[in-house]
């Protein structure tokens, strides 16, 4: 990867910022990942208690400091309120890989906010990171992230059995990928 993770990255497309996320977000962030609906194809329980988005928020910038990855918070261009966030993480700089993944509050659902969150992220770490292979774990049932992803160019390239545990039980997950050959930054 050729950008050194030094300073924090702020993303800015037509609608939306990705910026840094604060623990003045935690409400914020609590109002999103305590929502069941949000949080059903996430692979995590809902959150119960605003300290669980503060300890959340720290892991996100351990994620940074370590350079395991990146999370972004989604704010619309004039409001400071994270509405979601978008993230590299498992970040592999030996074999130029990320995974990527993203949340939205369903507020905000329907409007190409997570689109083009993604499609931003996407160019940030094809572009300044270097990063050859992008790859996104999606569940099967989850059919609006894995047309999302499809738009933007991810290939599926199969099917994860039994790949996660959760609540009590295996699932399995399609392994989407995007290599830096595949991506299309006009589109």
Known sequence: MTEPLDRFPV????????????????????????????MKHYGTEPFQTVDEAIRAISRYESLFTEKRGIRWGITLKGDNKVIG????????????????????????????????????????????LNINRIQAVIEPA??????????LGFLREGLLRSYEYFCGKFDDLYMYSLLKSDFNPEE
């Open 11 to 38: 993303l800015e497309t037509n609608r939306i910022l990705l910026r840094r996320i604060e623990k003045s977000d935690a409400q914020d962030i609590f109002e999103y990942l305590s929502d069941k609906e949000v």
């Open 85 to 128: 966030s978008c993230f590299f993480y498992d970040m592999d700089a030996e074999h130029y890989r990320t995974d990527i993944g993203f949340v939205l509050n369903k507020n905000y659902w329907g409007q190409g906010i997570a689109q083009e969150a993604v499609k931003a992220t996407l160019n940030y770490g094809l572009e300044y």
């Open 142 to 151: 989850n059919v609006a992230s894995q047309k999302l992803v499809e738009r």
